[in-house]
């Protein structure tokens, strides 16, 4: 067994709080704290500095974002609750994922009152998948009337700041809301330019095909940020007859917005993404995406239902 594993809990929490290098192995002990062991890392918590208490925190976000399987909520909750912003904020992106419900309440009492405004946007992020699973089903729609309901009275505060309305707006783009719709239409035609991609944005999450032909014409759009937003929404509505004008944007000059029409044409499936992908594969013009042109056409196989759980054997070796 190794040290990482057999270490005592405190001696543990001793290397992470005050280690000069921090070490990931220990940091996958704090997964599934409970009982004794997350009461002694909750009263140990504040006496970490400032730093050290965001340089885990923000470690603890990317591995729970990379690894399905660890669970850190108990603390991140820990973090959302901290003095610094930036431990709030990476406690926020850390739930990212979270089906836990009665995190929602404390999360939006963050939207509203939070005396950062970085992390009034983390939690409006935050709350983004939650309705996201209520409109597929995966939870109550009891659990997103609040959220939609709190999100739009952010929204429609003058003393809100455009941070605040893009992420709320983002999370809305999703609700099966009657006001949704005119949001991001007023949101485009604003003459702010980070809103205009934010309402760009908000399209593809809306899965309405009336947005269709405002995304045709934004992925020729002379702004690189605008067609990388327009490319990624063509991707998310679902649409198939998107796919030429998505393929047109795989030679774009910038490589960002090449990448995301690979990963566009990887979502919309289908046999002309299918074959355009597979063309693309063989083409030594495209070697530098290979590996998105690879991670797109297996998504394609998921789509289509014939993914080859064999190849999973090969990859991992029988269990």
Same mark, same amino acid.
């Given at each position: $067994? ?47 500095? *400032? !730093? &050290?208490?965001?340089?885990?925190? &923000?470690?603890? =976000? ?27 904020? =990476? ?28 992390? &009034? ?15 597929? *089903? ?11 309901? #709190? ?5 429609? /505060? ?8 893009? =992420?709320?707006?983002? =999370? ?30 908000? $399209?593809? *999450?809306?899965?309405?095909? /009336? ?15 605008? &067609?990388?937003? #327009? ?15 998505? #393929?047109?944007?795989?030679? !774009? ?42 991670? #797109? ?7 289509? *239902? ?14």
């Amino acid at each position: $067994m190794t040290e990482e594993s057999t270490k005592p809990f405190p001696d543990l929490l001793d290397s992470i709080f005050t280690d000069e290098i921090l070490s990931v192995p220990l940091l996958y002990r704090l997964s599934d704290l409970a009982g004794e062991n997350l009461a002694l890392f909750e009263s140990r918590w504040p006496e970490v500095s *400032g !730093d &050290r208490r965001h340089e885990i925190a &923000r470690h603890l =976000a990317d591995i729970s974002e990379d690894n399905f399987v660890v669970d850190f909520q108990p603390v991140f909750v820990c973090c959302q609750k901290d003095v610094d912003a930036r431990v709030r904020v =990476a406690g926020l992106d850390g739930v990212w994922d979270s089906t836990t419900t009665s995190l929602v309440g404390p999360i939006l009492e963050m939207v509203k009152s939070d005396p950062s405004e970085e992390v &009034r946007v983390a939690a409006a992020s935050a709350l983004a998948h939650y309705v996201l699973l209520a409109e597929w *089903g995966q939870l109550p729609r009891a659990v997103s009337g609040p959220i939609v309901a #709190a999100l739009l009275a952010e929204y429609e /505060k003058e003393e809100t700041g455009n941070a605040v309305k893009r =992420a709320s707006l983002e =999370a809305l783009s999703v609700a099966q809301h009657p006001r949704v719709a005119s949001l991001i239409e007023d949101a485009y035609e604003s003459d702010e330019h980070e809103m205009q991609l934010t309402a760009v944005f908000a $399209m593809g *999450g809306s899965a309405d095909t /009336k947005w269709v032909p405002i995304l045709i014409e934004e992925m020729s759009s002379y702004d690189s940020e605008m &067609r990388l937003e #327009a490319v990624r929404a063509a991707g998310a509505l679902n649409d198939k007859s998107l796919v030429p004008e998505i #393929a047109n944007l795989l030679v !774009d000059e910038d490589m960002a917005v090449a990448m995301a029409a690979v990963g566009a044409l990887g979502q919309l499936g289908g046999e002309e993404a299918s074959a355009i992908l597979m063309r693309i594969s063989e083409d030594p013009d495209y070697e530098e995406m290979r590996e998105a042109i690879d991670d #797109a056409l297996e998504e394609v196989e998921w789509i289509s *239902g014939n993914f080859d759980v064999l190849s999973l054997d090969d990859e991992f070796g029988d269990s």
